[in-house]
Structures are given as structure tokens and as C-alpha cells.
């Protein structure tokens, strides 16, 4: 029998934590809201670009309600701004710890499918629901804590990169094929 990833996450932190070690994720997921053409086609629901603003961008109001929402449910948004394709969009929320942070994006994408739904559209996070422009992805910005500290960070150096994030980095890309099961392993 195989360990689910949550499984794996939680053996994974346990491990950490036991060095003394929190390990945190920000993410920044992107969407898609959309809505049907005339013919029944899914089509993006806008027409807007990176960063644009009113009257271009007419997910400001969408993205409103979907903060709104989100922090009814307890979340610490930190930013939301269209993205780069029409129709794209992002919202931020704080980093956490990885295990509250991957049951948040569980929790993110349905609340944000149930507002959008709720305004007369539909949202979705495939990575490429358009052929021709940029699909959306989910950065995951990581730090490794301990003794609350960031261990990542260090004023000292020229780049203010410590040498364990360097290690955390090289062990990322020496482990880059396997991890690519766990942390895409579906739409």
C-alpha cells in the first residue's frame, strides 16, 4: 500500500520537526474565470492583462468578493491582481505551515469556484484551459524556520542567501523528477 501525500507530508514535517525545523509555503495560486459565449463555448470573462485596472479589468469586482469571501473563512489574503491571459487571475494568501497550507489551497479553490459561481461565472484552475496564451500555475514560496528564525535568510552574504538554503535549493533540483509526482501529480 502506497502513503497518500498528505501521509507523506505529515512523516516529512514530523521529520523536520523533530530537528527543530518549521517548514512553510506561501503560495500564490491562478485561476481562470470564464464564462459561456453564445455558442456554449467557455470563453475568458475578460479581456484584461497583467496588473491592468478598471475599466480594462473586470475581475476588480470578482476578485473583491473572492477576498471577501476568503477572509470570512479565516484567511490572511495578501494581495489579488489579474494575471498575465485574459480572463487569469491570482489571490495570495500568507504563508504557513506546509500541512495547514496544503489543506488551505484545498479550501481556497472551493471557495473561490463558490463565489465566482455565486456572480454568474465559473473559475478553474486547469493549468492550460486556453489554447495560445499563458496557463496558470501555483508558485509555492518556501522557508525553513528554526527557533523562529528564518534560516534562509542571511544578512552576511552577498545574495542574503544562507548556505542551508543553498543546500535546500540543490536538493530540490537533485530530487526535482520524484517531487514532480508528488507535487503535480494531477489537474
Known amino acids: 500500500m502506497t502513503e497518500t501525500q498528505g501521509e507523506f507530508l505529515k512523516k516529512a514535517l514530523e521529520k523536520a520537526e523533530k530537528r527543530g525545523y518549521q517548514f512553510n509555503i506561501g503560495p500564490e495560486p491562478e485561476f481562470f474565470i ?3 459565449d453564445e455558442n456554449g463555448n467557455y470563453i475568458p ?11 480594462l479589468d473586470q475581475g476588480t469586482d470578482i476578485r473583491r468578493e473572492i477576498v471577501f469571501g476568503l477572509e470570512e473563512l479565516g484567511f490572511d489574503v495578501e494581495v489579488s491582481h489579474h494575471e498575465v491571459a485574459a480572463g ?15 489543506d ?4 481556497f479553490k472551493e ?4 463565489v465566482v459561481h455565486n456572480l454568474g461565472f465559473k473559475a478553474t484552475f486547469m493549468p492550460k484551459p486556453f489554447l495560445g ?5 501555483m508558485h509555492c514560496n518556501q522557508s525553513l ?3 523562529g528564525e528564518n534560516i534562509f535568510y542571511d544578512p552576511n ?8 538554503a543553498l543546500y535546500f535549493i540543490g536538493g530540490l533540483l537533485k530530487h526535482a523528477q520524484a517531487l514532480s509526482a508528488i507535487f503535480i501529480p494531477n489537474c
Do not use: C, M, R, W
Not at 470573462?45 to 475599466?55: C, I, K, N, Q, T
Not at 488551505?104 to 479550501?107: D, E, L, P, S
Open 157 to 164: 552574504t552577498e545574495t542574503q542567501i544562507s548556505q542551508e
Open 111 to 114: 471557495a473561490v469556484k463558490a
Open 133 to 137: 496564451i499563458n496557463g496558470s500555475g
Open 45 to 55: 470573462a475578460d479581456e484584461a492583462e497583467y496588473f491592468d485596472v478598471e475599466p
Open 34 to 36: 470564464i464564462k459561456e
Open 88 to 102: 487569469q487571475h491570482e489571490v495570495d494568501f500568507k504563508y504557513a505551515d506546509a500541512l495547514k497550507t496544503a
Open 145 to 147: 524556520f528554526k527557533d
Open 104 to 107: 488551505a489551497v484545498i479550501t
